[in-house]
Structure formats: structure tokens, C-alpha cells
């Protein structure tokens, strides 16, 4: 099973499993604030809405979209914004 790093925190998940629902399982929601701090999360969960927006090993995806590799550096777009 892929080990990555949630926000600094290891963690093990299993193979096939997106970035959108480690988070969500790690209960590492919501995935972000709007700027007038209502809480956002994905919508969709097929790519279309761009509101599940995370960085993964320093790169902003739809992590709806991405699914878990071994070793990845995941945090939600908020955290990694404001460190
Ligand atoms: S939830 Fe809509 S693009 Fe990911």
C-alpha cells in the first residue's frame, strides 16, 4: 500500500485510492475557505469543478482526479498558502 505524507503526517492508503479521499479519510476537511470564509470542498468528483484544488509534491491539482503514489507530499491549497 502507498505510504505518503497528509499535511506532514505519514499515513498508508490503499492502492487506487485518490488524493481527494485520503485527505477526506484523514479528516483533513474542508480543503479550503473562500475569501469570504465559507468553507470549500470538492463538488463534483469528476474534474469538472476544480474545488477539490490541492498540492501535491508542490504542484496544484484536482486531487479528485489523482490518485495516491508512494511517497507524495500532500497539502490542502490553504495550508501550503499561509505555511
Ligand atoms: S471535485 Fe470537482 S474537480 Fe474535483
Known sequence: MP?????????TV???TTVLAALQNAGLSPLRHSLSGGARGALCGMGSCYECRAVVDGLTVRSCL???REGQDVWRLEVNCDG
Not at 505510504?3 to 499515513?11: F, I, N
Open 3 to 11: 505510504e505518503l505524507t497528509l499535511e506532514g503526517v505519514r499515513a
Open 14 to 16: 490503499p492502492p487506487g
Open 66 to 68: 489523482t490518485p495516491v
